[in-house]
C-alpha cells in the first residue's frame, strides 16, 4: 500500500483532504446545510432546524448516519475480503461521486437533493474507512479538528525531531480541505452537483498513484 518512490508521499492525503473539504462544502450549499464527510455535524444542524420550527428534509439529515455507518462497515468488510482494497474503495468512490453528478439529469428538485446526499455520503463513508483500513494514506483527511488541535499543539509544544515532517505534512492537509471547502462552494454555486466530477477525478489521480 505504499506509493511508489516517484510519487510524493504527500499527494494522496493532501488530494483526499481537499475531496473531503469540497465534498462537503458541496452538499452543505447545495443541499441546505448537509454534511457528507461530517456526519456528525448534520445533528448540530438538525437540531437547530427543529428549534426553528423547520421541517424540510429533517430525515435526510438524520438518515446521513447509518448511511455512513453502513458505508464504512462495507467497506471494512471488502478489506477484509479484498487484499490492497484501497484500490478498490478508491474506485468506488469515484462511481459514487460520478452517480451524484448526473443524478440531476434524471431527477429534479428535492428528490434529487436526496439522492446526491446519500451518494456523498456513501463516497465519504469509504473514505474515512479507507484511513482505518490503510493506515499507510495517512491521517485522517475528513474531519480537521483532531489535525488543527495536533497541529497547533505542536507549534507550541515541538514534538520529536524525527516528526518535523508528519507536522509539515499535516499543515498542507489542513490547508488542502480548506482549499477543497472554498472550491466546493464556488463549484456547486456555478455549476450545481455536476461540481462533484471533479472530486470523482482527484479519486482516480489518488488510485492512479497507489
Known sequence: ??????????LIPTALAFIAGYADAVTFVG???????????????LAADLARGAKADEWLKLATFPIFVLSV???????????RS?????????????VAAVVPLALKGAAAHQVVVVFAVVAMGMQNAMHRV???????????????TQWFVEKVIPGAPENVG??????FIILAFSLGCLGG?????????????????????VRSRL
Do not use: D, E, Y
Not at 508528519?166 to 499543515?171: A, P, T, W
Not at 462552494?185 to 489521480?205: C, D, E, I, K, Y
Open 1 to 10: 500500500m505504499t506509493p511508489p518512490s516517484s510519487t510524493p508521499p504527500l
Open 31 to 45: 443541499a441546505g446545510g448537509i454534511f457528507c464527510a461530517h456526519v456528525t455535524g448534520n445533528f448540530v444542524v
Open 73 to 83: 462497515f462495507l467497506s471494512s468488510h471488502l478489506h477484509r475480503r479484498v487484499g
Open 86 to 98: 484501497a484500490r478498490l474503495l478508491l474506485l468506488l468512490q469515484a462511481v459514487a461521486f460520478a
Open 134 to 148: 490503510a493506515p499507510a494514506m495517512g491521517p485522517m483527511t475528513t474531519v480537521m479538528t483532531g489535525n488543527v
Open 166 to 171: 508528519k507536522h509539515r505534512s499535516l499543515g
Open 185 to 205: 462552494a464556488f463549484g456547486v454555486h456555478h455549476w450545481g452537483f455536476a461540481a462533484f466530477l471533479a472530486p470523482m477525478g482527484l479519486s482516480l489521480l
